[in-house]
């Protein structure tokens, strides 16, 4: 019957956790070389008992090829100037437009291993635009932007040309946006401690479903208090190793169901277990001493049995005496 119960109360949890929202509140951001993770527990705040797990999201610098000069803009370059931009690996495969953004006449450079172009390749701008405006280049390829006008400014910037006035153009250095790092399951483990106790154990990652680049550790922490996370393996090649710590200004800590229970507050089921143990125990040397009285019990009667039939030989053997002297006389 204890057992039932204590089976009926994990259920219970089991259901109240999955039913819960995911919420990613309070989790630790760190850079880590070009890498970008947060850690924490996949849903927080987290409770003991819920079902939970150890989370990283890992984000990468992208290209970003659609917004105005994201990869790179040159600035004002006068008649005579020129503007040079290298293309390098992680461009390989994708097209990247350009333009003009006071003229909108611009082009693109497609870049590929089995291209032709290579080095160093020149692009005249003038007031027809650019020549020559298709390029087709190798990674490390660097484009030279010659203003070849005479009279008039060039302003190249990567992304297909807009209408908007309010950009800056004064600014040559280029950004990205970030993207996530995908397949990091096959190659991370999380060693997840509980920091009270000490005990530790690693884990395997799987990818959350509908959230690219963010993984989980899938587990039910059974006692509250700080916990830590390790992750370590290789992302894309690279070795990684961190390990976070659950605290002010991290992530959360476990804290006992009971502190967002009402109006009823229910033992956990660590404690249900060790009242349940304590029982068994109880019962266990209560079934010994029964056992022991049952054994006592078991020798006396034995005894008993044996001083009777003795007795009744005994008194066997005594009338027998008793007839035998009586026919003799």
Known sequence: MIKRTIATLVAAVVVSALAAPAALLAHEGRKVDTFEVEV???HEPAFEGQANGAFIRIHKPGVDLESHGALFASGTVGPGGNFQFEFGEDLEGLVVQFHDHLTANGGAVAVAH?????GTVM???TAAGFSPSELN???GTTVMFMNMSGDSVMTVLSGPHDAADDHL?????????MVPVLNAAASLQ???THVPSGAVRTMDLRPVFGQDGSYVADFVPTAPGGYSFRFFGEIEGEPFDQSFSSGPGTFDEIEPARNVQFPVELREVRELQGAVEGLQSELALAGDTAADADSAASTALVFGIVGLLTGIVGAGVGGYGLLVSRRKA
Do not use: R
């Not at 153009?169 to 946006?177: Q, V």
């Open 114 to 118: 089995d291209a032709e172009m290579s």
């Open 123 to 125: 692009v005249q701008f």
């Open 137 to 139: 280049v190798q990674p």
């Open 190 to 192: 999380v060693e997840v």
């Open 169 to 177: 153009h004064d600014d040559a250095t280029a950004h990205s946006a």
């Open 40 to 42: 924490g527990f996949l």
